[in-house]
């Protein structure tokens, strides 16, 4: 006969103010199979569980139920008081009154029945619980983290120093994201190549990391813990054991002219390149869309157009044939920090997005966005550091700089803030200021916001130092007039229309995930919203883990990050992996489907449906030996507890422990007010 | 194709060109305009100024016409007559009040059925017709096409093209054979109704969109809107200030009817104040078609 | 019939099978046979009232039909879809049973029917049939003629269709009181073979057992649904039923559902898979919200 | 067995919602830190997963008096399991239609996509199926077949 306790908090007032907490503990007495309830100030609290343990050993309980907040705030809290109360902490389950009850509704009375009705309920899934025991599975102490840039770097190097193998795999033919297209960084100025290469390095030279350069996930298997990725090395037509990046090839390849990722369009490259000078891996690869030779091929020409790289190079390491391989690694967690984009102002957008065609973004040659006015700044850029406008290579006297491009602008699809864009416009005028001296930096912006050690001081500074012009307002649109860019706005604390004449203009466009972010995330099975940002498992209280156990997140791929958030996310997530390394075994819920075996009839539905082949044959002998039936067996290390199988057996041979037929049987009639 | 034809005032009388080479246009192209019966002002200008229900009650009366006449959609060919009619439906489609009032306020049934449709809009779609069927395309004339203000604002009432970078006046000058120039002010202010009131305004902005257009090499100005046009042609001589050469400013229709090998003479352009003749005389010299 | 009695007699004496599955003539009609020597074969008989889908008897929770040895079964085209259906659900192995399939052109609704159906006659499970030719078949008897033209099931379900959602209800639930759950309906049907019916289990007891409208609501629902993508139309329920429950216009109903959203046909090919619990990304969805 | 809820005399009915975990559930959750407020008649029995949910449970629901029913989980291509909502949408997708063609109102049944983003969404769901079933009267047919009209009415007394 069950012996339940109930126990109601009032959460503070969080619960108490629109449900009558006495009241349910009153009504859920007389429910059957109750021997006790009682309502409590914050359940949560010592004393609160020290009440369930106590109860637990007076009453001799078989059953706690908790009416208090979400399972996912406080089910671990109290199963662990209930096994301290020496119950099997499954015996433990929470009745959610604040999160779908008390918080969603003002009529106290409707509310107070309706909390007993959520009381009654999950009374009545206890009473049906049985004990269960956790299962333990065995980790992988190995990380892969999903993209090279800042966030992925720090995240391995802290991974590899404290002890755990990193796989790190980047799709670009060198780590460094974009943190090493930028010249200096807010708000110290300091040389962003400087801090970052550094690091590259260490992370290529250290012996806890794998890195796989120019290489995407392909897919992941498995669960946390336990997951095998198999990772797909895009041909890079150079051989990396061979290659001692001297760099021979790239000075004989007969393409020259094609825009530079690196330099994000305004420097040029060659088919066979290494992005940047400082690139880790120092190894080149063939683009093979722009190379001569592949070109040809695929345009059916037999004869080998071009092989001037492999016949420059010496050590022979440059290989037409080379094709996508698949590795497999085994790891215990992923962290994904695959990063940003910009958004394109251009004419033609993905995915429903607007563009910006009054900006003349792509027809007006001198209006850029950040990461070019980055690379026009940066000593390695392709002006050399010297701030000259593309169109005539002259030094602009005037740039204005707009804000908000893509960002806050619902009409556009976009309605988030980008977070950086205020910081780095005030940086460039710094940078302009200080390059071109007498120059005139105007910025239009919505608002200033500068949020973060240093940002505002910083901002300040861009005005009253360097004496950046900062017009409140937005651009209506913008022309070519003969040399120079008419930008016409209007001012909205002047009141009045504004006209500047520009000899170049830098839109400060928003940021973006990555494309493709929604099948990565798909395939990692974790959820995004609707930009294609990560989510995070908590906005508060878990940022770093998806709702996925056993992935993290880090940086710019969550949302909008600067490099200080990106390295901090990073290092957390970091922080998290050690800590689920530390132990040699998981512990893992024990909702795992369990087959009846003298009511399966062996149709293998169950088998068909399981996302992970959970589902194994097993032969029922008899004494003898002569073969019975082949019936379905759950392997409980690999099953993860969606109960798939158990809805489509026809014959409800199988059960998912903790979501039993009885249990949910009795949940519908409890709520139909009918009790078995 | 059958479509109502809602002509406005200014069809019958400073942009009766416009009337003309509409319809010598529609016939060639096999449009059949029906004229909407015992239509009435749309409530441009003074109209929306003076209250806000009259002026959607004024275009509402006209689509009920419409309406009752059997009509799913409406030609308005002048750009504020479009203009009204569409933002009438708006608000009928988007303020439940005014849905209300209407049919009592018209005293006719309404049930916002009838299609609005632009002249660009229109030509835009028969654009393949065109292009077949021109056999003096305007080789090599270039055109400035000028939007002005209302023809595609506000986006959720034009609802025909990109607010800030349309390319449909351009898709139909292409279609006639003649060569649209990239230029900047196709969509500034003309002056509109400052005509008269403000003169010295509207000559301004005008100057500003024809020199805009000489600087892009354009050899006409091509617009759909009469205001637009009275503006640009009748105030032209008013602009000019060192002799520049003068701008031909044709209607969308009339290009297309040029371009379709129809006489100048029925398309009305006679009626210019800026005379086309010399510029249709050098395409000819060049034996670039129109006659 | 007479190649059809030669096969089973050089089955039997070769010894290549232990028991023949066939029909014969029985006091009322046609009705199973079970062939166990070479003398007897001459009873087996195939015609328009062989109407009994023979699969069922594989049903080794049923009939200990191994007992025997290794039975030959003649088939019907449709009741090869049966059989398709036990081989994909691995209920029995393909090397475990000879097929001999019959090629069928029609049959009546009933045992007791006319032994040659016209367009009155025909059972509504054949109009349209594609399996005149009976497929997964070892061996082949009989010649196809022509399919009578006929009413299939799909008019009456129309009908029902345009009625209010009062009405269906109304229809259905007359329909259901009738039901005695005496379970001929479950036990004819070949796919019916689990160990223990949902509607039989107690703990807990998700159908009511007692003969009575809601119980019998729930079976016969949750029956067309065990059913979806498993029936192979053989129409064996509603023949049996003592009650005359038109059966297979729920049968039929699903039917469509999978043919309209899955486009999935009832078919005899075991490497297709069940479209329930199959899925694809892009599954029609416009009732979800 | 079955009470009607009557406050204030109005028809207050009766929903049962089955809800995944991972995204329906914590939408509800979101819901309620957000303090989305909405209608007071939605029942929620909390499923790993919406492939967990067999046709039974709404039958059950059903026959024991529920005026309306609630599926909800994850997006396609979102769910925490990779497939289950793939699977669960083709078993909802023949309940559906042949639900209907049993001649239960299929305004009583409501499936939705609720992520854990969406408390918003999910507030309308909660509110659009109460106010639906609200418009169709209490469910007395299903828990009621069969009986005489005398027991009817006891039954819904």
């Given at each position: 006969m069950a012996r339940i306790g109930v126990f109601v908090c009032h959460c503070g007032e969080n619960i108490g103010r629109t449900v009558d907490c006495t009241k349910v503990a009153e009504a859920l007495k007389n429910h059957p199979g109750v021997v006790e309830s009682v309502d409590y100030k914050y359940m949560c609290s010592d004393p609160g569980q020290a009440l369930i343990k106590q109860s637990i050993a007076e009453k001799n309980l078989t059953g706690v139920v908790v009416a208090a907040c979400s399972p996912h705030m406080h089910e671990k809290t109290f199963r662990r008081a209930a096994f301290g109360?020496?119950?099997?902490?499954?015996?433990?389950?929470?009745?959610?009154?604040?999160?779908?009850?008390?918080?969603?509704?003002?009529?106290?009375?409707?509310?107070?029945?309706?909390?007993?009705?959520?009381?009654?309920?999950?009374?009545?899934?206890?009473?049906?619980?049985?004990?269960?025991?956790?299962?333990?599975?065995?980790?992988?102490?190995?990380?892969?983290?999903?993209?090279?840039?800042?966030?992925?770097?720090?995240?391995?190097?802290?991974?590899?120093?404290?002890?755990?193998?990193?796989?790190?795999?980047?799709?670009?033919?060198?780590?460094?994201?974009?943190?090493?297209?930028?010249?200096?960084?807010?708000?110290?100025?300091?040389?962003?190549?400087?801090?970052?290469?550094?690091?590259?390095?260490?992370?290529?030279?250290?012996?806890?990391?794998?890195?796989?350069?120019?290489?995407?996930?392909?897919?992941?298997?498995?669960?946390?813990?336990?997951?095998?990725?198999?990772?797909?090395?895009?041909?890079?037509?150079?051989?990396?054991?061979?290659?001692?990046?001297?760099?021979?090839?790239?000075?004989?390849?007969?393409?020259?002219?094609?825009?530079?990722?690196?330099?994000?369009?305004?420097?040029?490259?060659?088919?066979?390149?290494?992005?940047?000078?400082?690139?880790?891996?120092?190894?080149?690869?063939?683009?093979?869309?722009?190379?001569?030779?592949?070109?040809?091929?695929?345009?059916?020409?037999?004869?080998?157009?071009?092989?001037?790289?492999?016949?420059?190079?010496?050590?022979?390491?440059?290989?037409?044939?080379?094709?996508?391989?698949?590795?497999?690694?085994?790891?215990?967690?992923?962290?994904?920090?695959?990063?940003?984009?910009?958004?394109?102002?251009?004419?033609?957008?993905?995915?429903?997005?607007?563009?910006?065609?009054?900006?003349?973004?792509?027809?007006?040659?001198?209006?850029?966005?950040?990461?070019?006015?980055?690379?026009?700044?940066?000593?390695?850029?392709?002006?050399?550091?010297q701030i000259l406008r593309p169109s005539d290579g002259k030094p602009p006297k005037t740039i204005?700089?707009?804000?908000?491009?893509?960002?806050?602008?619902?009409?556009?699809?976009?309605?988030?803030?980008?977070?950086?864009?205020?910081?780095?416009?005030?940086?460039?005028?710094?940078?302009?200021?200080?390059?071109?001296?007498?120059?005139?930096?105007?910025?239009?912006?919505?608002?200033?916001?500068?949020?973060?050690?240093?940002?505002?001081?910083?901002?300040?500074?861009?005005?009253?130092?360097?004496?950046?012009?900062?017009?409140?307002?937005?651009?209506?649109?913008?022309?070519?007039?003969?040399?120079?860019?008419?930008?016409?706005?209007?001012?909205?604390?002047?009141?009045?229309?504004?006209?500047?004449?520009?000899?170049?203009?830098?839109?400060?466009?928003?940021?973006?995930?990555?494309?493709?972010?929604?099948?990565?995330?798909?395939?990692?099975?974790?959820?995004?919203?609707?930009?294609?940002?990560?989510?995070?498992?908590?906005?508060?209280?878990?940022?770093?883990?998806?709702?996925?156990?056993?992935?993290?997140?880090?940086?710019?791929?969550?949302?909008?990050?600067?490099?200080?958030?990106?390295?901090?996310?990073?290092?957390?997530?970091?922080?998290?992996?050690?800590?689920?390394?530390?132990?040699?075994?998981?512990?893992?819920?024990?909702?795992?489907?369990?087959?009846?075996?003298?009511?399966?009839?062996?149709?293998?539905?169950?088998?068909?449906?399981?996302?992970?082949?959970?589902?194994?044959?097993?032969?029922?002998?008899?004494?003898?030996?002569?073969?019975?039936?082949?019936?379905?067996?759950?392997?409980?290390?690999?099953?993860?507890?969606?109960?798939?199988?158990?809805?489509?057996?026809?014959?409800?041979?199988?059960?998912?422990?903790?979501?039993?037929?009885?249990?949910?049987?009795?949940?519908?009639?409890?709520?139909?007010?009918?009790?078995? | 194709m059958k479509i109502g034809y809602y002509p406005g005032c200014s069809l019958h009388g400073t942009a009766r060109e416009l009337d003309e080479s509409l319809r010598a246009v529609s016939a060639a192209l096999g449009v059949h305009l029906q004229e909407v019966e015992d239509w009435s002002c749309c409530g441009a200008t003074s109209g929306h100024a003076t209250d806000h229900l009259l002026s959607v009650a004024l275009a509402a009366r006209n689509l009920a016409l419409a309406e009752a006449q059997g009509m799913d959609q409406v030609l308005a060919p002048c750009a504020a007559c479009f203009s009204r009619l569409a933002s009438a439906r708006h608000e009928a489609r988007n303020d439940a009040e005014i849905r209300e009032k209407l049919p009592e306020l018209l005293g006719l049934p309404f049930t916002n059925t009838v299609a609005v449709r632009n002249l660009v809009d229109l030509l835009r779609g028969l654009a393949p017709e065109i292009k077949a069927k021109a056999t003096k395309p305007l080789q090599g004339m270039k055109v400035a096409c000028y939007y002005g203000c209302l023809l595609v604002r506000p986006p959720e009432v034009a609802d025909f093209d990109d607010p800030e970078q349309p390319t449909s006046m351009e898709e139909v000058v292409k279609a006639a054979g003649g060569t649209p120039v990239t230029w900047n002010h196709r969509m500034d202010c003309c002056g509109g109704a400052f005509s008269l009131s403000r003169t010295g305004s509207v000559i301004r902005l005008g100057r500003a969109i024809l020199d805009d257009a000489r600087t892009a090499g354009a050899d006409a100005i091509a617009v759909a809107c009469p205001m637009c046009h009275s503006n640009l042609d009748f105030r032209q001589s008013a602009m000019a200030l060192r002799g520049e050469a003068p701008m031909p400013i044709f209607f969308l229709t009339e290009l297309v009817g040029l371009a379709l090998g129809l006489e100048p003479k029925a398309l009305g352009i006679r009626r210019h104040f800026v005379s086309a003749a010399p510029l249709l005389e050098r395409q000819c010299a060049a034996g670039k078609g129109v006659s | 019939?007479?190649?059809?009695?030669?096969?089973?007699?050089?089955?039997?004496?070769?010894?290549?099978?232990?028991?023949?599955?066939?029909?014969?003539?029985?006091?009322?009609?046609?009705?199973?046979?079970?062939?166990?020597?070479?003398?007897?074969?001459?009873?087996?008989?195939?015609?328009?009232?062989?109407?009994?889908?023979?699969?069922?008897?594989?049903?080794?929770?049923?009939?200990?039909?191994?007992?025997?040895?290794?039975?030959?079964?003649?088939?019907?085209?449709?009741?090869?879809?049966?059989?398709?259906?036990?081989?994909?659900?691995?209920?029995?192995?393909?090397?475990?049973?000879?097929?001999?399939?019959?090629?069928?052109?029609?049959?009546?609704?009933?045992?007791?029917?006319?032994?040659?159906?016209?367009?009155?006659?025909?059972?509504?499970?054949?109009?349209?049939?594609?399996?005149?030719?009976?497929?997964?078949?070892?061996?082949?008897?009989?010649?196809?003629?022509?399919?009578p033209q006929g009413k299939g099931w799909d008019a009456r379900i129309a009908e029902l269709e345009a009625m209010t959602a009062a009405q269906r209800w109304a229809f259905w639930q007359a329909e259901f009181e009738k039901c005695t759950r005496c379970n001929a309906c479950r036990q004819v049907c070949p796919m019916c073979f689990c160990e223990q019916c949902v509607q039989d289990k107690t703990r807990p007891q998700w159908i009511e057992s007692s003969p009575h409208p809601r119980g019998n609501t729930a079976w016969h629902f949750t029956r067309a649904l065990h059913q979806a993508g498993r029936c192979s139309v053989c129409g064996e329920c509603e023949r049996a039923c003592p009650a005359g429950i038109p059966l297979m216009l729920l049968n039929r109903k699903v039917a469509q559902t999978m043919e309209r959203r899955f486009g999935y046909r009832p078919t005899a090919d075991p490497a297709v898979p069940c479209p329930v619990g199959a899925f694809r990304q892009d599954d029609t969805q416009e009732f979800i919200r | 067995m079955q009470e009607k809820s009557k406050s204030d005399g109005a028809f207050e009915p009766k929903l049962t919602a089955f809800v995944c975990n991972w995204c329906t559930y914590t939408g509800a959750d979101l819901a309620g830190t957000s303090r989305l407020q909405m209608a007071t008649n939605v029942r929620i029995i909390r499923l790993p997963c919406t492939g967990r949910i067999d046709p039974l449970f709404i039958l059950k629901a059903f026959e024991r008096g529920a005026d309306g029913v609630i599926v909800s989980g994850c997006h396609p291509a979102d769910c925490h399991y990779t497939s289950g909502n793939y699977h669960a949408r083709r078993r909802f997708a023949v309940f559906n239609d042949l639900m209907e063609f049993v001649g239960i109102d299929p305004g009583r049944l409501t499936f939705s996509w609720v992520s854990a983003s969406e408390g918003a969404k999910w507030r309308d769901v909660v509110n659009e199926a109460t106010s639906k079933v609200k418009a169709l009267g209490p469910f007395t047919t299903y828990p009621n077949a069969g009986l005489a009209l005398g027991e009817v009415a006891h039954a819904s007394a």
């Open positions: 109360g020496g119950l099997n902490p499954f015996l433990c389950e929470m009745a959610n009154v604040r999160e779908h009850c008390s918080w969603i509704h003002e009529d106290k009375e409707k509310a107070t029945e309706k909390a007993i009705a959520i009381g009654r309920t999950i009374v009545e899934k206890v009473k049906r619980n049985v004990p269960l025991e956790t299962i333990r599975i065995p980790v992988t102490k190995r990380a892969l983290v999903i993209g090279g840039g800042i966030a992925g770097i720090q995240a391995a190097l802290d991974l590899a120093d404290g002890g755990a193998e990193v796989i790190l795999v980047e799709k670009e033919p060198s780590i460094g994201g974009h943190m090493s297209q930028l010249s200096e960084t807010f708000p110290t100025l300091d040389c962003s190549q400087c801090i970052l290469t550094p690091r590259m390095v260490e992370v290529y030279q250290h012996p806890n990391i794998k890195l796989y350069s120019y290489s995407e996930l392909e897919s992941l298997e498995g669960y946390i813990g336990n997951f095998k990725a198999t990772i797909r090395k895009k041909a890079r037509s150079v051989n990396e054991e061979l290659c001692n990046g001297c760099g021979a090839c790239t000075q004989v390849c007969i393409q020259k002219k094609i825009p530079s990722e690196f330099d994000a369009g305004l420097g040029k490259r060659t088919a066979i390149y290494v992005p940047f000078p400082q690139a880790v891996p120092n190894i080149p690869v063939i683009d093979r869309k722009n190379c001569a030779r592949f070109k040809a091929k695929a345009k059916g020409i037999l004869k080998e157009a071009c092989g001037k790289c492999a016949e420059a190079c010496l050590k022979g390491a440059v290989d037409f044939d080379q094709e996508d391989r698949f590795v497999t690694e085994e790891v215990g967690a992923v962290v994904v920090a695959t990063g940003y984009q910009l958004y394109t102002i251009g004419k033609d957008q993905p995915e429903g997005l607007q563009g910006y065609g009054e900006y003349g973004y792509g027809t007006i040659p001198d209006v850029i966005d950040g990461l070019q006015f980055e690379r026009l700044a940066s000593a390695s850029g392709p002006t050399g550091g204005v700089f707009l804000q908000c491009i893509g960002s806050r602008d619902p009409q556009k699809g976009i309605e988030y803030c980008s977070k950086i864009c205020c910081m780095y416009v005030a940086k460039h005028t710094m940078l302009y200021k200080h390059k071109v001296h007498g120059g005139k930096a105007v910025v239009f912006y919505m608002d200033i916001r500068a949020a973060g050690k240093g940002y505002e001081e910083f901002s300040r500074r861009a005005i009253e130092e360097d004496g950046a012009i900062y017009i409140r307002g937005r651009v209506s649109r913008m022309y070519r007039d003969g040399q120079t860019i008419k930008v016409q706005g209007f001012d909205t604390l002047a009141g009045e229309p504004v006209e500047i004449d520009a000899d170049m203009v830098v839109l400060a466009t928003a940021m973006r995930p990555q494309p493709g972010i929604e099948t990565l995330a798909q395939k990692l099975s974790v959820s995004y919203d609707r930009h294609g940002f990560i989510n995070e498992a908590h906005p508060k209280l878990r940022p770093v883990e998806t709702n996925t156990a056993g992935i993290f997140v880090a940086g710019a791929c969550q949302s909008p990050r600067d490099i200080p958030d990106a390295v901090a996310m990073a290092s957390a997530t970091a922080a998290k992996v050690l800590g689920l390394f530390s132990k040699d075994q998981l512990e893992r819920e024990p909702t795992v489907a369990k087959v009846n075996q003298d009511l399966c009839a062996g149709c293998f539905s169950c088998e068909h449906v399981c996302p992970y082949g959970a589902v194994e044959h097993k032969e029922i002998r008899d004494r003898k030996g002569v073969l019975l039936k082949i019936v379905a067996e759950v392997n409980g290390g690999v099953c993860q507890g969606c109960g798939t199988c158990q809805a489509t057996c026809p014959s409800k041979s199988v059960e998912l422990q903790g979501f039993t037929d009885e249990q949910i049987y009795s949940e519908i009639n409890a709520l139909a007010g009918c009790v078995e | - | 019939m007479q190649a059809l009695k030669d096969l089973a007699r050089t089955l039997l004496e070769k010894g290549e099978v232990a028991v023949i599955l066939g029909w014969e003539e029985g006091p009322h009609g046609a009705r199973p046979a079970f062939i166990t020597s070479p003398e007897d074969t001459g009873r087996l008989i195939f015609d328009a009232r062989c109407v009994q889908n023979l699969a069922t008897y594989l049903n080794p929770r049923r009939t200990n039909i191994k007992a025997l040895g290794k039975p030959a079964l003649c088939v019907k085209g449709c009741d090869a879809r049966a059989i398709a259906g036990l081989l994909r659900e691995s209920q029995i192995k393909r090397e475990d049973v000879v097929l001999i399939g019959v090629r069928c052109s029609g049959v009546g609704i009933e045992a007791t029917g006319p032994a040659q159906v016209d367009a009155e006659t025909l059972a509504p499970r054949c109009v349209g049939c594609d399996a005149t030719e009976p497929p997964l078949a070892d061996h082949k008897v009989g010649e196809a003629r022509p399919l | -």
